[in-house]
Structures are given as structure tokens and as C-alpha cells.
């Protein structure tokens, strides 16, 4: 059986929380009170953090989808052959055919 980890509220949480608390007494406020409201304070802010952790494992999954589907589209990109056009295609052949013809007309003068 898996034992489930009491949460605890850090003692960061419970020095801010005390010292909010400390901020907004009241007068003939009692320290079982004050203890009660500190509790809800620190409660209160280690449910904040939570939230803004989520948030933040949120957003890094979503740049990481972006990041995933980006370079999926850039291989696909560069495994696509490139298709030229009848253009591109017959100029080599022709600078050739008009090279080779040039070469052939010069030997025969000579």
C-alpha cells in the first residue's frame, strides 16, 4: 500500500503568512484567532503556488508542442524533393548542347 505524504506548508509560507497577519490585527483579537488566520493565509499562498506551478507546467507543454510541431514541419520541408520547373531543368542541358556545338564548330575551322 502506498502511504500518502502529509502536505506541509513551507516555512516560508508560514513566515509570510504570520507576518500578513501581524499587518491586519485587530485589537482584542486573541492568538488562537490570529493562529487561525495565519493557518488560512499560508494555506491560501501555498495554493497560489500551486496554481502558478501548474500554470507554468501548462505553458511549457504548449512551447513544447509549438517547438515539437515546428521542426516537424522543417523536416518536412527538407525531405521534401525539390520539384523544378521544365524551365530550370533545360537550361543546363541547353548551355551544354550550345557549348558542345561551340567546341565542335571551332575544331572543324581550324
Known sequence: M????????SDQSLQEA?????GTQ???????????IAQGIAKGIEQYKK??????????????KI?????????EQTNEPRQFGLVH???????LVISWSGFI???LNN
Do not use: H, N
Not at 502506498?2 to 506548508?9: P, R
Not at 486573541?30 to 493562529?35: L, V, W
Not at 531543368?89 to 548551355?95: A, E
Open 2 to 9: 502506498t502511504k500518502y505524504k502529509k502536505q506541509t506548508t
Open 18 to 22: 504570520q507576518a500578513i497577519t501581524k
Open 26 to 36: 485587530k485589537p482584542g483579537q486573541t492568538k488562537e484567532q490570529s493562529k487561525l
Open 51 to 64: 496554481q502558478q506551478k501548474a500554470k507554468a507546467r501548462e505553458k511549457d507543454k504548449q512551447r513544447k
Open 67 to 75: 517547438a515539437k510541431q515546428a521542426s516537424m514541419v522543417e523536416t
Open 89 to 95: 531543368v533545360m537550361i543546363p542541358w541547353g548551355l
Open 105 to 107: 564548330i571551332m575544331s
